[in-house]
């Protein structure tokens, strides 16, 4: 089944974004070709920018603490798992410290005038061809494994964001086990919430009918509508039925 997962505020928004980021930068960081290794340039800088829109380590860093706190909250029941529960919490606290401790994210890509250049040039399109910067070409020309080498020290100072994204969201994806739920034959679903804050959606839908949910709600209900993409792009509402997974997590 494909997973889809909508966040119903905007820092958890912010975080699955980060993550996405975080995930292409990896896969693409990792490789020894230069193309891939092109588009790793290009997704690092995306990262910066992204990060540079907002207080991005602060606003993790509440997150973590007001899951600290939710998580303290389920200390007193009796069918909670206590040990399991200070693991957690001692994972937070120290995915939290050490992001609160690591440096200005960005700084040492700032303090280099050449990758600031190159990040420039990264902002026209073509601007990176040998034609308007011939140093890239023949940085790019080295040693494949040193390459790599270079593009993972510096993805290595965004590690600390990335570990207490990684641990935030994988706390609250635990928060919720899904069930199983089917649409009306319209295509549609509906599910009354009464009231209660969630933070994400998780919607788990059949593979091979290129079927997709458009996910939305408020403290009443949260509403699904499926709809089906073809290979030429069109899309429709779909006129049945869909089973599929659904998990709403909160802490």
Not at 27 to 43: E, P, R
Request: aromatic share 10%; glycine share 4%.
């Amino acid at each position: 089944m494909i997973l889809y997962e909508h966040p119903f505020n905007e820092r958890t928004r912010f975080m699955i974004r980060l993550e996405y980021i975080f995930k292409q930068l990896f896969a693409f960081g990792q490789s020894l070709s230069t193309d891939n290794q092109h588009v790793a340039f290009a997704t690092l800088f995306q990262l910066m920018d992204v990060c540079d829109r907002g207080d991005c380590r602060n606003w993790v860093l509440q997150e973590i603490e007001k899951q600290k706190q939710s998580l303290e909250a389920y200390r007193h029941f009796p069918e909670v798992n206590l040990k399991a529960l200070d693991e957690t919490t001692e994972r937070l606290d120290k995915v939290a410290k050490t992001l609160a401790n690591a440096s200005k994210l960005g700084s040492h890509i700032r303090e280099n005038e050449w990758l600031l250049t190159l990040k420039n040039r990264f902002l026209t399109p073509g601007a990176t061809s040998a034609m308007d910067f011939p140093a890239y070409a023949a940085w790019m020309s080295g040693h494949e494994l040193e390459r790599q080498h270079v593009l993972q020290e510096l993805i290595q100072p965004f590690m600390p964001l990335y570990d207490a994204i990684h641990e935030n969201l994988l706390v609250l994806r635990e928060a919720a086990v899904p069930n199983m739920e089917s649409s009306k034959p319209n295509g549609v679903f509906e599910k009354s919430i009464g009231g209660k804050v969630y933070q994400m959606a998780r919607v788990w839908v059949p593979e091979g009918k290129r079927i997709y949910p458009e996910i939305s709600g408020n403290k009443h209900v949260v509403m699904i509508r499926f709809f089906q993409i073809n290979e030429h792009f069109r899309h429709h509402l779909v006129k049945e039925a869909v089973g599929f997974k659904m998990a709403l997590c909160q802490l």
